[in-house]
T-cell receptor, first 113, second 115 residues
């Protein structure tokens, strides 16, 4: 079965600074990988996804993520963080067949002005 | 707006009671998933329905049950409620059949408080 680890429970950055949120997965084959964002009181919104092909994936709101098979990682990045990016971020990994993704525990992003 | 709707938004009830949470998937989506989100357990998959049939089960308690109706809306029934059932319950839908790898669209959630 697949699993996913988000090592950082909280990340604090200053507005305008760059951001990298870490995600490591465990799965025997090439997984399907996702990043979701959850704002307070809201549901989860898909930021980006990786299925195959180009390992650098562009998403919404200026986010990107890079799939690195050798490191079993799918880290989320943004060059310049805005105060509205403060939220909970979830990495998820899915496998082929009956698709039920496994979610990480989430990383809470705090943005200082 | 994901296109997935959930009602009610908030629900407060007492231990031992039974509640029903409702979810309408995005137009055309055949799969519905239910998740429970709590501080100590994170986001836990409960159950999936596809076109009216149960497709996969996760960490769903025997006190909980779900169904998907012919119009594709789904209901999650929680009975004999305990304090520990207090959580956010999310519904998600996806639309590309049973093959793997498809993103899910989440509803806004129902916050259940058991007193």
């Amino acid at each position: 079965a697949q699993s996913v680890t988000q090592p950082d429970i909280h990340i604090t950055v200053s507005e305008g600074a760059s951001l990298e949120l870490r995600c490591n997965y465990s799965y025997g084959a090439t997984p399907y990988l996702f990043w979701y964002v959850q704002s307070p009181g809201q549901g989860l919104q898909l930021l980006l996804k990786y299925f195959s092909g180009d390992t650098l994936v562009q998403g919404i709101k200026g986010f990107e993520a890079e799939f690195k098979r050798s490191q079993s990682s799918f880290n989320l990045r943004k060059p310049s963080v805005h105060w509205s990016d403060a939220a909970e971020y979830f990495c998820a990994v899915g496998a082929g067949g009956s698709y039920i993704p496994t979610f990480g525990r989430g990383t809470s992003l705090i943005v200082h002005p | 707006d994901s296109g997935v709707t959930q009602t009610p938004k908030h629900l407060i009830t007492a231990t031992g009671q039974r509640v029903t949470l409702r979810c309408s998937p995005r137009s055309g989506d055949l799969s519905v998933y239910w998740y429970q989100q709590s501080l100590d357990q994170g986001l836990q998959f409960l159950i999936q329905y596809y076109n009216g049939e149960e497709r996969a089960k996760g960490n769903i308690l025997e006190r909980f049950s779900a169904q998907q109706f012919p119009d594709l809306h789904s209901e999650l029934n929680l009975s004999s409620l305990e304090l520990g059932d207090s959580a956010l319950y999310f519904c998600a839908s996806s639309g590309q059949g049973l093959a793997g790898g498809h993103e899910q669209f989440f509803g806004p959630g129902t916050r259940l408080t058991v007193l």
